[in-house]
């Protein structure tokens, strides 16, 4: 069965053996067989550089080249926990990297691809730090940084993050209609495909008055991960 597939938000990290495995065992398995996997952003739960030796990773990008060698295309788009994924990584995996937004062609049919953090409009707050830490010159200054100092200060952020998160209303982090429309509008399509919001989800809606999707995989978990696998009939979530 020609199938192509898209995930989001594993969050790998070499202290969940568990959840590096499902991943390995998920791109020997489905992901092999498959015409592509795309990877909408958070493959890893933070991203310092692509200098961090760490053997899992290490691990992970053997698996992601064995699975490119054999044919089958990775798309890897960045989320707002590895932004900082850069060429070295694209090489050595011969993975591609992807723009947020991405527009592609699946078996005839328009998609827009996104992380989802930049739909979630009303999290200024966010939308604020996202800008500064895209900013070239910083992110160039920040990867200069011993691995020590990155893995300190991103400690830092994360545990303000936590704070946020846990405090802040759940609207205000989810997308907003405005920002799914703008972002379809723009581009001219009605399938958009995303994470981020870990809520799984077909959603129908209508832009310049036709019905399109918004189609939201899931976060890996121990217990689920849900993914989407579209083919010539369309899209379906399957939790593996
Ligand atoms: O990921 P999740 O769902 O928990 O939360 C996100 C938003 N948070 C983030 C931050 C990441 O979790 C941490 C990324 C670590 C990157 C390390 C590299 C750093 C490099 C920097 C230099 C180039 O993305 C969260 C959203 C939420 O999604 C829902 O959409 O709300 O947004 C925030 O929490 C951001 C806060 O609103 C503002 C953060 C201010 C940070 C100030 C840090 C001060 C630390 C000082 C260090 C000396
Ligand atoms: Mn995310």
């Not at 992970?60 to 089958?72: D, N, P």
């Not at 010159?137 to 830092?156: G, I, N, S, V």
């Not at 919001?197 to 689920?224: C, K, M």
């Not at 849900?226 to 009939?233: N, Q």
């Amino acid at each position: 069965m020609s199938e192509t597939l898209f995930i989001a938000d594993l969050h790998l990290t070499p202290t969940q053996p568990l959840m590096y495995h499902r991943f390995l065992s998920f791109l020997d398995t489905r992901v092999r067989k498959s015409d592509a996997l795309y990877i909408l952003g958070d493959l890893f739960d933070v991203w310092l550089g692509d200098d961090d030796d760490d053997p899992v990773y290490q691990k992970i990008k053997s698996a992601l080249y064995e699975i490119t060698r054999c044919g089958v295309p990775i798309f890897i788009m960045r989320g707002n926990r590895d932004f900082l994924l850069g060429i070295d990584f694209a090489q050595t995996t011969a993975c591609q990297l992807i723009d947020d937004p991405s527009v592609i062609t699946v078996y005839g049919t328009k998609y827009v691809l996104t992380h989802g953090d930049t739909l979630c409009t009303e999290d200024t707050r966010y939308l604020d730090f996202r800008q500064r830490v895209h900013l070239p010159w910083l992110q160039k200054l920040f990867l200069l940084q011993p691995l020590f100092l990155r893995r300190f200060l991103a400690r830092k952020i994360r545990a303000n993050s936590q704070i946020k998160t846990q405090t802040t209303a759940k609207t205000i982090m989810d997308v907003t209609s405005e920002g799914v429309s703008s972002v379809l509008e723009t581009q001219n399509a009605y399938h958009l495909i995303h994470g981020h919001t870990h809520q799984p989800a077909i959603h129908r809606l209508t832009v310049n008055g036709q019905t399109a999707y918004r189609f939201v995989v899931g976060d890996w978990r121990e217990d689920s991960a849900i993914i989407l696998s579209c083919t010539h009939d369309g899209c379906q979530l399957i939790d593996l």
